[in-house]
């Protein structure tokens, strides 16, 4: 835990007591504050009594005696409309913050030096977080890893000089959290995503640049006109910029070129790495996270041999382009957190002979966007309520097939992949739909493909799950 001292003897008010609102009261008690907490859910209050937090219902409370609120990312802080806390708290001008801004602030007063790299973005978020831990472990470092990727921030051990704090950001976070100032900030990508809870993209795209303004060098992917504008800002700003880009050489910073990573400091390029036969970083999505870790290390001073060590060890994270087994020359990925189209296209982009299991809740415009590979399809397996809007869009472009489940998809996708005279053949669940159709969610849908695969006879398991 990381006890928060920058409220001691003060009254907070926190909201949201989910997993992230459980450790942010924990974190402010055990810093000396005087915390009264709540929640919408009678269950997650009582949770939190159990646990000794003092709580009671804040409507009942005059604001005007906290010193803050601390709400949960979960909970509206402007749109579509903002939460009650959130009113009463702008009725009494007291701030408003989260549990990001709070460890932000505990780090600025015990050890404003320790390292502290900060990843946000709207695709790739996680795997680029994971695996900057997973080059920072290899290298020796006591790694605290946490935030949006699943470990609330202030469950971690607090900073400190000979530790380093990796934190994935949404955001919802971000949002809350003002001055946030990380020594590494990297900012992947914008697209279109959230705008039920900030309204525009021009706020949605602010929001997430607040993140690389407040950081001593930042990393920011120059693909989209978004995150290229905030990068140009950044210069104007006299902030240190790495530009990172996976469609063209940039002239200061990192980028990719069929799998490899040159790095280019104006007139000097040179290849850093080249992540041919790493599973887990298939594709030139994961080239782009794979650019954005080696910045992130390089401006750590990480050594050029332990990144590539860490490089070529990465496991990748389950669910997304996971390399769960193989038959003979049949490879068996689960790629289930692809729950839309854009998701599902960076996984077909980066085989060619697929044996491809979709399907599940579709989401609106279905699959049509990826026409352009359905030539890499060689068959697909349909599942879920999505069946059959999906066998309409493939009919006469690729061999389609209605499964209907996930055990008939997997048994029969494995006996034609393994009839394919390919060197190589891929059976791949990227559904391009939600999971609740059939599953509570796509964590559930991928450890149901995982152990199917892993049942077939001769089935060879390439991850060890943990």
């Known amino acids: 835990m990381t006890p928060i001292t920058s409220f001691a003897g003060k009254s907070v008010a926190v909201f949201g007591l989910g997993g992230s609102g459980l450790a942010t009261a924990a974190a402010l008690v055990a810093g000396g504050a005087k915390v009264v907490a709540w929640d919408d859910n009678a269950d997650s209050v009582a949770k939190a009594a159990a646990a ?94 946490g935030g949006n990727i699943g470990t609330a921030i202030l469950s971690l051990e607090p900073p400190a000089k000979d530790r380093i704090h990796i934190v994935e950001c949404s955001s919802f976070q971000i949002d809350l959290a003002p001055t946030i100032d990380p020594t590494v900030g990297i900012l992947l990508n914008l697209t279109e995503d959230h705008l039920d809870r900030h309204d525009t993209m021009e706020r949605y795209a602010a929001i997430k640049a607040r993140l690389v303004r407040g950081a001593e060098t930042a990393v920011v992917g120059i ?101 769960v087994g193989r038959i003979g020359k049949v490879l068996f990925v689960n790629d289930s957190k692809a729950t839309n189209a854009d998701a599902a296209e960076k996984a077909l982009a980066s085989f060619d002979r697929i044996y491809w299991i979709a399907g599940g809740k579709p989401k609106t415009g279905g699959i049509t966007s990826l026409e352009p590979y359905f030539p890499r399809i060689a068959k697909a397996y349909l599942i879920g309520a999505a069946a059959e809007e999906f066998a309409a869009t493939l009919a006469g472009k690729v061999d389609t097939v209605i499964s209907g489940t996930m055990d008939a998809a997997v048994i029969a996708a494995a006996r034609d992949a393994a009839q394919d005279g390919a060197a190589e053949a891929v059976v791949l669940l990227s559904p391009a739909c939600a999971s609740y159709d059939q599953y509570p969610n796509f964590e559930k849908r991928g450890d149901h493909f995982r152990s199917l695969v892993l049942a077939l006879e001769g089935a060879k398991a390439l991850v060890e799950v943990k």
Not at 107 to 131: C, D, M, Q, V, Y
Not at 259 to 276: C, K, P, S
Request: overall charge negative.
């Open 52 to 145: 000794g937090i003092p709580t009671a219902d804040l409507r009942s409370i005059d604001f005007g005696g906290f010193g803050a609120l601390v709400l949960s990312p979960g909970v509206p802080l402007t749109h579509p409309k903002p939460h009650w806390t959130v009113e009463l708290a702008k009725a009494a001008s007291i701030e408003i913050i989260g549990d990001i801004e709070l460890f932000c602030r505990e780090r600025r007063a015990i050890a404003p030096r320790s390292p502290f790299i900060a990843i946000t973005g709207t695709n790739g978020k996680s795997t680029t977080t994971a695996l900057i831990a997973h080059l920072f472990r290899t290298d020796g470092w006591d790694v605290q890893l």
């Open 223 to 323: 693909d989209d006109d978004w995150c290229s504008t905030i990068a140009s800002d950044l210069d104007k700003r006299g902030t240190p910029v790495e530009r990172i880009s996976v469609r063209r050489p940039v002239a200061n910073g990192f980028y990719a070129d069929n799998g490899r990573i040159f790095e280019a400091d104006d007139t000097v390029v040179r290849q850093v790495a080249n992540l041919g036969g790493i599973g887990a970083l298939r594709g030139a999505h994961n080239a782009q996270n794979a650019a954005a870790a080696i910045a992130a290390a390089r401006a750590i001073g990480m050594s050029e041999l332990s990144m590539l060590e860490g490089l070529r060890s990465f496991p990748g994270l389950a669910h997304r382009m996971e390399e």
